[in-house]
């Protein structure tokens, strides 16, 4: 009897950590990668199995492995774009320098986070590009805001042992524009991720995209990371205006000095927020992003 003829299958649990071509690539509780494809119970619900999804499968083959995902077990810290699912954190890239960071990119990040309820800490990268007083000044802005600020260099493996701890025990999603060092630093903490990385484009300083897929590393037992495609813009919508003041954590304290119970923070004459950021304790630039989106989703609710 051959190897195959006597294969039992066996159910085991594990996390999609990559789909491609209609396979789900499931890194199993044994260690193992298996090939699986999804069963038709899910097409007729109209589920797909995620990135990041725990799932239950059918191992049928071991050589080479493959499997049947049967069950997607309860999702959490879903994310639409990219479609991931089970986050329990995020790191948002931005460079110090070349480029320098996009504080209205950074802030549609945040809010994306904030909207899905996935904990955030901000890391800036580069850091042997800027002085001491470039990270105090963006340090002072998003340590107001509430966020963890972290510094590290990919080109001279500063900060990285602090990456590291924070990153275990936890699936974190690396969010952040092209051209920041989000694949130099998974290929810095998992060198056999051999991630492509991009040079910065010499005429508009931005990295070229050179993730092109979504797919989760897994660094050691139940630390996993992932980098997603770099985006050129992240759209601030799905919500209604008057929701975005939530996604912004440091209004809330000043909230109790608006006059109108459900003030916005634009135009009212006696509103908490737009003192705090008169007064430079909230952020100008995080106030200026807020009315700018507030403004956008105004604009797309009108038509």
Same mark, same amino acid.
């Given at each position: 009897?051959? &190897?195959?003829?006597?294969?039992?299958?066996?159910?085991?649990?594990?996390?999609?950590?990559?789909? $491609?071509?209609?396979?789900?690539?499931?890194?199993? =509780?044994?260690? +193992?990668?298996?090939?699986?494809?999804?069963?038709?119970?899910?097409?007729?619900?109209?589920?797909? @199995?995620?990135?990041?999804?725990?799932?239950?499968?059918?191992?049928?083959?071991?050589?080479?492995?493959?499997?049947?995902?049967?069950?997607?077990? @309860?999702?959490? &810290?879903?994310?639409?774009?990219?479609?991931?699912?089970?986050?329990?954190?995020?790191?948002?890239?931005?460079?110090?320098?070349?480029?320098?960071?996009?504080?209205?990119? *950074?802030?549609?990040?945040?809010?994306?986070?904030?909207?899905?309820?996935? @904990?955030?800490?901000?890391?800036?990268?580069?850091?042997?590009?800027?002085?001491?007083?470039?990270?105090?000044?963006?340090?002072? $802005?998003?340590?107001?805001?509430?966020?963890? #600020?972290? /510094?590290?260099?990919?080109?001279?493996?500063?900060?990285?042992?602090?990456?590291? =701890?924070?990153?275990?025990?936890?699936? +974190?999603?690396?969010?952040?524009?092209?051209? #920041?060092?989000?694949?130099?630093?998974?290929?810095?903490?998992?060198?056999?991720?051999?991630?492509?990385?991009?040079? #910065?484009?010499?005429?508009?300083?931005?990295?070229?995209? +050179? +993730?092109?897929?979504?797919?989760?590393?897994?660094?050691?037992?139940?630390?996993?990371?992932?980098?997603?495609?770099?985006?050129?813009?992240? *759209?601030? =919508?799905?919500?209604? @205006?008057?929701?975005?003041? &939530?996604?912004?954590?440091? /209004?809330?304290?000043?909230?109790?000095?608006?006059?109108? *119970?459900?003030?916005?923070?634009?135009?009212?004459?006696?509103?908490? #927020?737009?003192?705090?950021?008169?007064?430079?304790?909230?952020?100008?630039?995080?106030?200026?992003?807020?009315?700018?989106?507030?403004?956008?989703?105004?604009?797309?609710?009108?038509?």
């Amino acid at each position: 009897m051959s &190897g195959q003829e006597s294969w039992k299958e066996v159910s085991v649990t594990g996390k999609i950590i990559k789909g $491609i071509g209609g396979f789900y690539y499931v890194h199993a =509780d044994d260690g +193992t990668v298996y090939a699986c494809r999804a069963k038709g119970i899910f097409r007729n619900r109209k589920v797909k @199995p995620l990135v990041g999804d725990n799932v239950r499968i059918t191992i049928l083959s071991g050589n080479p492995p493959e499997g049947n995902v049967d069950e997607i077990l @309860p999702r959490t &810290g879903e994310l639409i774009r990219p479609a991931v699912a089970n986050i329990h954190q995020a790191l948002v890239v931005f460079a110090l320098a070349d480029p320098e960071p996009n504080l209205n990119l *950074l802030d549609r990040y945040l809010v994306l986070m904030e909207r899905n309820h996935i @904990p955030a800490t901000v890391l800036f990268n580069k850091t042997d590009l800027a002085g001491e007083d470039v990270r105090d000044r963006y340090r002072k $802005i998003y340590e107001a805001a509430g966020y963890p #600020v972290m /510094f590290a260099s990919t080109g001279t493996d500063v900060g990285t042992g602090q990456v590291r =701890d924070f990153l275990r025990g936890k699936t +974190t999603v690396l969010a952040g524009p092209s051209g #920041v060092g989000k694949s130099s630093l998974t290929n810095l903490l998992m060198p056999d991720a051999n991630m492509e990385t991009g040079e #910065v484009s010499q005429k508009i300083r931005r990295g070229r995209h +050179t +993730t092109r897929h979504s797919e989760l590393f897994c660094l050691e037992p139940g630390t996993y990371l992932m980098d997603t495609p770099g985006f050129s813009s992240v *759209l601030v =919508d799905q919500m209604e @205006p008057e929701e975005l003041k &939530g996604c912004f954590p440091e /209004f809330l304290p000043f909230e109790k000095e608006c006059r109108f *119970l459900g003030c916005v923070h634009m135009g009212e004459k006696t509103c908490g #927020v737009k003192e705090a950021a008169k007064a430079g304790v909230i952020s100008r630039s995080r106030y200026k992003n807020y009315r700018l989106f507030y403004e956008e989703l105004k604009g797309k609710r009108r038509y």
